[in-house]
Nanobody
Framework: QVQLVESGGGLVQAGGSLRLSCAAS??????AAWFRQAPGKEREFVAA????????VYADSVKGRFTISRDNAKNTVYLQMDSLKPGDTAVYYC??????????????????WGQGTQVTVSS
């Protein structure tokens, strides 16, 4: 079993930055990802990273502004969010999957989820 604990959300003005953290405990996993869900909208993919090689991929909407990284020693994945926009306002979720999945930008591919952390960007 894997437990994920997120932290780092908050309120920030447009153009500001936040860093989210997701501490994992339990089994090792293949890939970690961040998703987000705004009120009235479906959960959407933000970024993902493989745990061993560190290969990352981003949604077009955050490319160039967000950076996903991991610290293997701390078993933690991060999401550095810069140049934040009001449209980035959402609950952000960390998720992991144990094995490779072609559909890794889909929420259904992930086995374990954190509790979510609120990010609010004011204009």
């Amino acid at each position: 079993q894997v437990q994920l604990v997120e932290s780092g959300g908050g309120l920030v003005q447009a153009g500001g930055s936040l860093r989210l953290s997701c501490a994992a405990s339990g089994r090792s996993f293949y890939r970690a990802a961040w998703f987000r869900q705004a009120p009235g909208k479906e959960r959407e993919f933000v970024a993902a990273i493989t745990w061993s090689g560190g290969s990352s991929v981003y949604a077009d909407s955050v490319k160039g502004r967000f950076t996903i990284s991991r610290d293997n020693a701390k078993n933690t994945v991060y999401l550095q969010m810069d140049s934040l926009k009001p449209g980035d306002t959402a609950v952000y979720y960390c998720a992991v999957v144990m094995t490779y999945s072609y559909y890794y930008t889909s929420a259904s591919a992930y086995d374990h989820w954190g509790q979510g952390t609120q990010v609010t960007v004011s204009s």
